[in-house]
């Protein structure tokens, strides 16, 4: 995980070093993961946070987006990295960039951790990816199930039984 995180933060590095970006964490499940990037960017950013809900605590989406916590200043004219933990239909992340962009940032562009391009129903363009995974339900490095599993240091498939 580690290695793949510090070449992202190398890519992102190449984007962003002079531009002043603000990275801007999707909570809950991101927050371990762009803790661990940003620690590896070298230039001067701020951070913002923001929280959805998609999900709830069932294991599929339930479609209906939820703006549970919005960023605390004004991202007009600046450079704009969102993070996520996971890309898995698309939805959430649209919502997220629709929501931003009408804030008129200088650029907006999104890393995430894991993709599930499989079961993207609204396509992303995603410039910096982690991993493509299959489309099953994970846990770990910040990703959770009922609010369990985010501490796991690892990405692990959860198998739920009946």
Do not use: W
Request: aromatic share 10%; net charge negative; with cysteine.
């Amino acid at each position: 995980m580690q290695s793949r995180v510090r070449e992202l933060a190398g890519q992102i590095s190449e984007e962003y070093r002079d531009l002043d970006p603000v990275v801007i964490a999707v909570l809950k499940g991101s927050f371990i993961f762009v803790a661990d990037i940003i620690r590896h960017l070298e230039f001067p950013l701020t951070t913002e946070f923001m929280r959805v809900s998609s999900y709830g605590n069932q294991v599929v989406t339930t479609g209906e987006v939820k703006l549970e916590l919005d960023i605390a200043s004004s991202v007009a004219n600046r450079h704009i990295l969102l993070v996520e933990d996971i890309v898995d239909t698309g939805l959430t992340l649209e919502y997220l960039k629709a929501n931003l962009e009408v804030r008129r940032p200088a650029s907006l562009k999104v890393c995430a951790l894991l993709h599930k391009p499989s079961n993207n129903v609204k396509i992303s363009n995603l410039e910096f990816v982690g991993f493509n995974i299959p489309n099953e339900f994970v846990v770990g490095f910040g990703l959770d199930y009922q609010g369990y599993y985010r501490n796991l240091p690892y990405i692990a498939q959860l198998e739920l039984t009946g």
